[in-house]
């Protein structure tokens, strides 16, 4: 490596992220939105090298551009892949059995609900907790055993 190359890539490790973005568009004639200190130390002391020692040989770059033309690009990204596991119920202890029907008085209306063996039937719809029913009812979170009043305590009404 020539000494001028070695002294220039010395210096760079004194230089603040914003002299290091300066010097990158000095030397490859356009700014770079990278921030990070070492990517900016390594592009610049590769392109000084280059500079100086000549960069790829004609044979590495008409490879390169071989290379690229027979990569498959992906233009789009991959479809999003839902993945659909069966149902499994099992009876949790704090419930009641199934068929049961769950009663309670919310802004004024009577709210039912109906235990299933596999979920809970709410207006004709079946949700697989008490907390999505309970958001349906609502519109916002709620735990479902509390606003069922299945808690130890009776719930919170």
Not at 13 to 27: G, H
Not at 67 to 72: E, K, M, R, W
Not at 112 to 128: C, K, N, P, S
């Amino acid at each position: 490596m020539m000494p001028k190359v070695a002294q220039q890539m010395e210096a760079l490790r004194d230089m603040t992220v914003a002299e290091l973005r300066e010097r990158y568009a000095e030397i490859f004639g356009e700014a770079t939105r990278s921030s990070h200190k070492d990517f900016l130390r390594k592009r610049i002391a590769w392109r000084l090298q280059a500079n100086e020692e000549g960069g790829l040989s004609a044979r590495a770059l008409r490879r390169a551009k071989e290379l690229a033309n027979d990569a498959d690009l992906r233009l789009l990204a991959p479809a999003a892949r839902t993945v659909v596991r069966p149902f499994r119920p099992f009876h949790d202890r704090r419930l009641p059995m199934p068929g049961t029907v769950l009663q309670r008085e919310y802004r004024g209306q009577t709210v039912t609900v109906t235990i299933l063996d596999a979920g809970f039937e709410y207006a004709g719809q079946v949700y697989r907790s008490l907390t999505a029913v309970a958001k349906a009812v609502t519109g916002s979170h709620w735990n479902g055993y509390q606003f069922w009043g299945l808690t130890s305590d009776g719930g919170d009404r």
